[in-house]
């Protein structure tokens, strides 16, 4: 699935982009799946993602200049990208080191005083697009390499999701919530984590489960226009949520129950803005009700809740598309499937699926020949681990995972 790396190789490049000397540290954020709790984030709802075992792997130097030098293995077309940190701008042709970029400057504009720059290669074993963050990877990689190479002091790995956020929102343009940072920069081996959006309050959730394992499948899909799609949903939940403080006192979508939405639901005039609230009310109190099932080991309830999310992401938030309704739909048809749904942001991307141990053979015959047949595309299938979050690691780390 993803590719070998070992560290003395990337040690290797890195010395051979950047020159040898000097004290060079090694780092991994992962990527994340999202279990249940879509598109509430931005919505002072609920998620529920665990971080996976892939993500980025980032080989780094303190530079005593303002300057950043930056090369990934995964785009050697790009070569090093270099730049002073006075003068970080987006640039559409620097492709991934704007992530980067943005890190840097959301750490100045919350005031870390920044003492040099950085030499940083990266390489990342996520499969690019298909919506298990390896943005969010990237930036939770750039903020905790700047915090140790550069010593910032005060800034905690919440800290760090939040200049995640900010370069995302306010370099990149994509207006995301807290979620995907969150998750890489706080994930445990074996458990999601159930995150209030609204406090930023959590808690990790064991999701081991007994002979029960999550299985990504990938689309391979991705549709044009995501990061504008997104905006503009987000856009709606806002508009509907104006006019919903017309009738009550509301500081989110989240606040709201199934049934004090019914109350107020007329309120919001546009009709596609009611079901993209509906969808925020909805998925939350599912997430809720999610979560409480897995504690109480019934994951039945908790596979029926999966399959809810979905065809609320696919009618009221219109998030899915043609290709992830067909993975999921194929996944419900086949026997050992306790639940599934697409995952993320949308629009292509992954599904999500929770699938008995003894059915995983079926599972991935049944799902590929299904998708092979009906669009002529190949999808790809991960069977996932809940990982660690971000942190260094030790000289004698092994490259890869998954
Ligand atoms: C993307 C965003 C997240 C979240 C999800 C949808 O992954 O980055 O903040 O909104 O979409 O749940």
């Not at 080989?59 to 003068?87: H, I, M, W």
């Not at 226009?225 to 997104?230: E, I, R």
């Not at 019934?298 to 399959?307: H, S, T």
Request: with cysteine; net charge negative.
């Amino acid at each position: 699935m993803s590719e070998v790396m070992q560290p003395e190789e990337l040690k290797r490049l890195f010395c051979e982009k950047f020159g040898g000397g000097g004290e060079i540290r090694c780092f991994f954020a992962p990527g994340r799946v999202n279990l249940i709790g879509e598109h509430t984030d931005y919505n002072g709802g609920h998620v529920f993602p665990c971080a996976l075992t892939m993500g980025n792997y980032g080989v780094g130097r303190r530079r005593e200049d303002r300057k950043l030098r930056l090369y990934s293995v995964n785009f050697p077309q790009q070569g090093v990208v270099e730049c002073g940190l006075d003068e970080l701008v987006y640039e559409k042709k620097d492709g991934w080191t704007n992530y980067v970029k943005g890190v840097f400057r959301a750490l100045e504009q919350r005031g870390c005083a920044l003492p040099g720059g950085m030499d940083l290669l990266v390489y990342g074993n996520l499969p690019g697009g298909a919506g298990l963050s390896s943005s969010a990877a990237l930036e939770v990689l750039a903020g905790l390499m700047a915090r140790e190479l550069l010593e910032l002091p005060g800034l905690s790995m919440t800290d760090l999701a939040l200049v995640g956020q900010q370069a995302e929102n306010e370099f990149c343009g994509m207006h995301c919530g807290i979620m995907d940072q969150f998750a890489s920069a706080m994930g445990q081996r074996g458990c999601a984590i159930f995150l209030d959006t609204n406090t930023l309050t959590y808690r990790h959730v064991d999701v081991h489960l007994q002979g029960v394992r999550l299985v990504l499948v990938n689309s391979r899909v991705k549709h044009s226009l995501v990061n504008s799609a997104y905006n503009e949903r987000r856009r709606q939940c806002e508009e509907a949520l104006a006019d919903l403080r017309r009738v009550r006192a509301l500081g989110a979508l989240g606040e709201l129950t199934e049934e004090a939405f019914g109350e107020i639901q007329d309120a919001i005039r546009d009709e596609t803005c009611r079901r993209r609230a509906r969808h925020a009310v909805y998925e939350n109190q599912r997430t809720l009700r999610a979560v409480g099932a897995l504690e109480a080991g019934d994951l039945p309830a908790f596979g029926r809740l999966l399959n809810e999310s979905h065809v609320s992401l696919r009618d009221d938030y219109e998030t899915s598309c043609p290709e992830t309704d067909l993975l999921a739909e194929l996944a419900w048809e086949t026997p050992g499937v306790l639940g599934s749904r697409i995952t993320g942001g949308g629009f292509g991307g992954c599904t999500v699926s929770l699938v008995e141990e003894n059915s995983l053979a079926l599972f991935q015959e049944r799902v590929l020949a299904g998708y092979q047949r009906q669009t002529g595309r190949t999808a790809e299938i991960y069977v996932a681990e809940a990982g660690d979050g971000a942190r260094e690691i030790s000289s004698s780390f092994v490259l890869y995972s998954g």
